[in-house]
Nanobody, 122 residues
């Protein structure tokens, strides 16, 4: 069982930045790929970014490429999502998840956090 807790959400104006974090319980964090997804009211869960277990391979949704950066610190059992140049369209609940392999498919993730709200005003 992996327990994931997100933090760092909030309200920001368009063009601003936020850094989300997701801390995992358990000693096997470094064995898992990690992903960030987001879900806005009335919309389906959307892939944002993923990183492999070593942190040397990453993947991004086209909508966030060049603006968001995913990284991880396996010593701290934490994955990060640095979000720059935020747009109102980025407003959503952001969730982290863990998987045995890096994927953009939500169904490939085994454990999910509760999410943290990001609101971007215009």
């Amino acid at each position: 069982q992996v327990h994931l807790v997100e933090a760092g959400g909030g309200m920001v104006q368009a063009g601003g930045s936020l850094r989300l974090s997701c801390t995992a319980s358990g000693p096997t964090f470094s064995n898992y790929a990690m992903g960030w997804f987001r879900q806005a009211p009335g919309k389906e869960r959307e892939f944002v970014a993923a990183i492999n277990y070593r942190g040397v391979s990453t993947d991004y949704a086209d909508s966030v490429k060049g603006r968001f950066t995913i990284s991880r610190d396996n010593f701290k059992n934490t994955v990060y999502l640095q979000m720059n140049s935020l747009e109102p369209e980025d407003t959503a609940t952001y969730l982290c998840a863990s998987s045995r392999y890096m994927t953009f498919i939500a169904g490939g993730y085994d454990y999910w956090g509760q999410g943290t709200q990001v609101t971007v005003s215009s």
